[in-house]
């Protein structure tokens, strides 16, 4: 394994304290309100050094935005696997919308990310970072036959469609944990709707106990 020099240390760091500064200012301003002067003095870089790492402010936000999905998909993917998936998954969709009202709210608003990146490039981005997440508990559930044998690529981006559309509502919202909340128990809903049966009588069993 090669070791980095302290030249490729620095321009690391540079890079990271960018996306980090450029981030906040996103989250605050918004993209059109954010330009690279204010990004460059908050992280007390030349303007040039910015140019060194980005091409465009285009580019530094599709960092920003790249790291935001990627700080999501690692919340949700610590979520401690037990015995009990169903319990798993929806604890991994609470972890998801929990991100929309934490501390600092959820950063750069997906309806900016899409408006400014284009439909298609956001969506690559951000598949690549939470896709496989969802792909290995939908893949997990149909392995215990607790849901209907629809296509897994179909259910998939059903899920994840309403997963998205509940981070937008909860972004404009005026109570963010009712909403978060009321979400919650909407996906759930959906859910246990593609559950086989069995697997869903067994749930509502345990739920009466």
Known sequence: MSTKTRREE??????????????????KNGFNNTSLSKIAEQTRVTKGAVYHHFESKEDIFSACYRKQAEDVAAAVGKVKQTEDIWQDTIKQCEVYLDCA?????????IQEAISILGWINWRKLDEECTMGLL???????KARQLLKPYTTALLVDAIYGILINANMSI?????????RDELLLLIQDFMMGVMTKPARDKLMAQAIL
Do not use: C, H, Y
């Open 10 to 27: 620095n321009a690391e760091a540079t890079r990271n304290a960018l996306i980090l500064q450029a981030s906040k200012l996103f989250a």
């Open 101 to 109: 009202i934490s501390d600092g709210g959820i950063g750069i608003p």
């Open 171 to 179: 972004f404009t919202a005026e109570n963010k944990k009712q909403a």
């Open 135 to 141: 792909i290995q508990t939908i893949d997990k559930l």
